[in-house]
């Protein structure tokens, strides 16, 4: 295992199941980063980046804090906040807006050593998805750049991955009749290319992504994407929830593995509302699974991920509560 920070993620998405909503003092969220270290300002220093979505006054009447991303510099303590103004999102007192649960990311996009910053906010016109480039000096807001607009009723950018290896593939979700990923190819300067959605179907059933519920919850590091859609709902067992680990081979290729509490070497019983893929997290090849209990009995499963174009998992323990 290269690092821990995936799980720390994972704890806080836990906890924060029932606060996709905006609330009057939102909460941070920590991001889990896709590159060796998170290193906006490129000191050799580990930072934290989090996110804050837009928050409405208690009772409705005043104007709405903006959505911002935040950084902490690590050995400095400095911190950095940019909000959602300062990057023109065309309408930013709506609450729940921009930066909200799995609207922001961090990965080196361009590959110049200084962790980037994605951010999204779903619902300008059809989304939106910029990226604050990581600088000596931190992020640079006017140095920001628009990668994705959306159309209709696109809603881009709910949740974002990026996929560092073997080719850099920013993972933005789209809604229309049905919720997909869309895969966007980078340039060498970090420009996203002309996208294609994801496909999943194979060896899976369509049925476990022709719906909304999928891919609720993403994470990625090295050449894994991992797709949690703990409200997918299949006729025998109401929510039980599944998860899809993706290998990216070269250019869009990618070998799938789908898991839930039927498939072998998973512990747990397919059930209604269980919620498996609450939560997700990578971290090299140690993968982590939430597990919602309807009782509050919230578990992890974490599970070592095998080689192979299509990977395989071996599942290492599980843990009670909150990790
Ligand atoms: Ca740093
Ligand atoms: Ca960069």
């Known amino acids: 295992m290269k690092r821990s920070a995936g799980l720390v993620a994972l704890a806080v998405t836990l906890a924060c199941t029932a606060c996709g909503a905006a609330t009057e003092s939102p909460v941070p969220t920590p991001v889990r980063d896709a590159s060796p270290i998170l290193d906006v300002n490129c000191d050799g220093v580990a930072d934290a980046v989090s996110g804050t979505p837009t928050a409405d006054s208690p009772d409705g009447t005043r104007p709405a804090t903006p959505g911002a991303v935040h950084v902490q510099f690590g050995g400095t303590g400095r911190v950095q906040t940019v909000t959602q103004d300062e990057l023109g999102d065309p309408a930013p007192l709506f609450s729940g807006r921009f930066a909200g649960v799995g609207g922001v990311i961090a990965g080196d996009l361009d590959a110049d050593g200084c962790t980037d910053v994605v951010v999204s906010d779903p619902a300008a016109g059809g989304g939106r998805v910029w990226a604050l480039w990581g600088s000596p000096r931190g992020l640079a807001p006017d140095a920001a750049s628009l990668l994705i607009v959306g159309s209709g009723s696109e809603q881009l950018g709910g949740v974002l991955a990026f996929v560092p290896r073997p080719d850099p593939v920013l993972v933005v979700s789209e809604e229309s009749t049905r919720r997909v990923l869309r895969l966007y190819p980078l340039g060498a300067d970090g420009s996203p290319g002309a996208p294609e959605l994801l496909d999943v179907s194979s060896p899976v059933d369509r049925s476990a992504w022709n719906t909304d519920t999928f891919a609720w919850r993403l994470a990625a590091d090295d050449d894994l994407l991992v797709i949690g859609s703990p409200e997918y ?64 009995a919230d578990t992890t499963q974490l599970y070592d991920v095998g080689p192979g174009e299509t990977p395989s998992v071996t599942w290492v323990e599980t843990r009670s509560g909150t990790p």
């Open 233 to 296: 709902s299949d006729e025998g067992a109401g929510y039980p929830g599944e998860v899809f680990v993706v290998r990216f081979t070269t250019g869009f290729a990618h070998g799938v593995l789908r898991l839930a509490q039927d498939a072998p070497g998973v512990p747990g019983r397919h059930r209604l509302g269980d919620g498996f893929g609450d939560a997700v997290a990578i971290s090299g090849d140690r993968l982590a699974i939430g597990v919602r209990d309807r009782a509050g």
